[in-house]
T-cell receptor, first 117, second 115 residues
Framework: NAGVTQTPKFQVLKTGQSMTLQCAQDMNHEYMSWYRQDPGMGLRLIHYSVGAGITDQGEVPNGYNVSRSTTEDFPLRLLSAAPSQTSVYFC????????????????FGEGSRLTVL | AQSVTQLDSHVSVSEGTPVLLRCNYSSSYSPSLFWYVQHPNKGLQLLLKYTSAATLVKGINGFEAEFKKSETSFHLTKPSAHMSDASEYFCVVSDRGSGNNRLAFGKGNQVVVIP
């Protein structure tokens, strides 16, 4: 029962470098999303997808790209890392209910801790 | 847009005493409400949810929450705290009737359990 798997768990980057955070789920969930968690800020939505080939922006999308070529995978790309992107990143997935909306019952990965120097 | 307010970012309780975490929400539509728990260095896990059925919702590990529309609240309670309850708790709201596909997270309550 893998659920939602994120890699890597830890990463240190220098300002300006690019990288991809990987997310895979084996529950056949249509909805997948990326959040960042910063102290005292709760979780903020970066990007989300309701199915293969469909992505949309969340609250804080700047500096991040996503794509959804398969149901299982939803990678998050940092194009040119900045210190403000130092954070813990969570991938979460869910079934889609009526109207194409996520059910709110999210399954989370264990997080990827990113430090940008 | 929907939003959630969680007061008291840090809550200390003695083992065996009741736990109360307050959540107030704002929603333009009929809301769905959730409580998630985050154990140290882990992802979030669903504790309980309210959609549109019973207003008193029971979750895992002895937690429950009551939806009060008149007070726009969804407070989380547990009769007796256990050491394993030391974690961070997030209240979350979703607008079921809106066109957006977003959840609004509160800023969290860090619970410390004193032996």
């Amino acid at each position: 029962n893998a659920g939602v798997t994120q890699t890597p768990k830890f990463q240190v980057l220098k300002t300006g470098q690019s990288m991809t955070l990987q997310c895979a789920q084996d529950m056949n969930h249509e909805y997948m999303s990326w959040y960042r968690q910063d102290p005292g800020m709760g979780l903020r939505l970066i990007h989300y997808s309701v199915g293969a080939g469909i992505t949309d922006q969340g609250e804080v999308p700047n500096g991040y790209n996503v794509s959804r070529s398969t149901t299982e995978d939803f990678p998050l790309r940092l194009l040119s890392a900045a210190p403000s992107q130092t954070s813990v990143y969570f991938c979460a997935s869910s079934y889609v209910g009526a109207g194409g909306k996520n059910t709110g019952e999210l399954f989370f990965g264990e997080g990827s801790r990113l430090t940008v120097l | 847009a929907q939003s959630v307010t969680q007061l008291d970012s840090h809550v200390s309780v003695s083992e065996g005493t009741p736990v109360l975490l307050r959540c107030n929400y704002s929603s333009s539509y009929s809301p769905s409400l959730f409580w998630y728990v985050q154990h140290p260095n882990k992802g979030l896990q669903l504790l309980l949810k309210y959609t549109s059925a019973a207003t008193l919702v029971k979750g895992i590990n002895g937690f429950e929450a009551e939806f009060k529309k008149s007070e726009t609240s969804f407070h989380l309670t547990k009769p007796s705290a256990h050491m394993s309850d030391a974690s961070e708790y997030f209240c979350v709201v979703s607008d079921r009737g809106s066109g957006n596909n977003r959840l609004a997270f509160g800023k969290g309550n860090q619970v410390v359990v004193i032996p």
